[in-house]
């Protein structure tokens, strides 16, 4: 099983990104799935988690402005990004919990670089 995550750039203060982040391989069941960033000294945070049923719950710092998706058909999760600030800037990772046949295991995606900067 593979996380894929894609999506950062440079955005303006102010302005949107779409995260994706697929997930690949033998997958018979997708628990909850999250976004997590990482900005430089600082410590992995958790940003935004939806469940498998849809439940979703945010880091007080991005509610309203950040909205966690899924596409369980597609095995893919989504982070939109609006009204971006210059404290987003990060590395942003994808996590999933993932049973490949019984077994849930934690996986994570490469990470993808967002900076939000005039």
């Known amino acids: 099983v593979q996380l894929q995550a894609s999506g950062g750039g440079l955005v303006q203060p102010g302005g949107s990104l779409r995260l994706s982040c697929a997930a690949s391989g033998t997958i018979s069941r997708i628990n909850a799935m999250s976004w997590y960033r990482q900005a430089p000294g600082k410590q992995r945070e958790l940003v935004a988690r939806i469940n498998s049923s849809g439940s979703t719950n945010y880091a007080d710092s991005v509610k309203g402005r950040l909205t966690i998706s899924r596409d369980n058909a597609k095995n893919t999760l989504y982070l939109q990004m609006d009204s971006l600030k210059p404290e987003d800037t990060a590395v942003y990772y994808c996590?999933?919990?993932?049973?490949?046949?019984?077994?849930?295991?934690?996986?994570w995606g490469q990470g993808t670089l967002v900076t939000v900067s005039s």
């Open positions: 996590h999933a919990v993932i049973a490949e046949f019984i077994v849930f295991k934690d996986y």
